[in-house]
């Protein structure tokens, strides 16, 4: 839906931000519920801890690639970890 918004020009530059942020506390509480460090997590899925720390503090998004490593190591859907939240 947000995609159509954007195409027809609809959805604020807000709005992006945030639906695309939305999926930072999803990745603490499952790598804090695992017992697992920023740095366990960034060991399995291929990158640094500081790239894990940007992601779950809202300062980088990932790649699509490691979207999905995310999703593979802490034990959710893709869907899951990207889906806006109330």
Known sequence: MLAQELLRGGASSDSV???AFS???LIRE???????????LAGKVG???QTIANIENGLNEPRVTIA???AVALGVTVYDLFRRQK
């Open 47 to 49: 990158v640094t801890r």
């Open 23 to 25: 999926y930072q506390p």
């Open 68 to 70: 999905i490593a995310i």
């Open 17 to 19: 931000s945030t639906v």
């Open 30 to 40: 499952r790598r804090e519920q695992k017992g697992w460090s920023q740095e366990d």
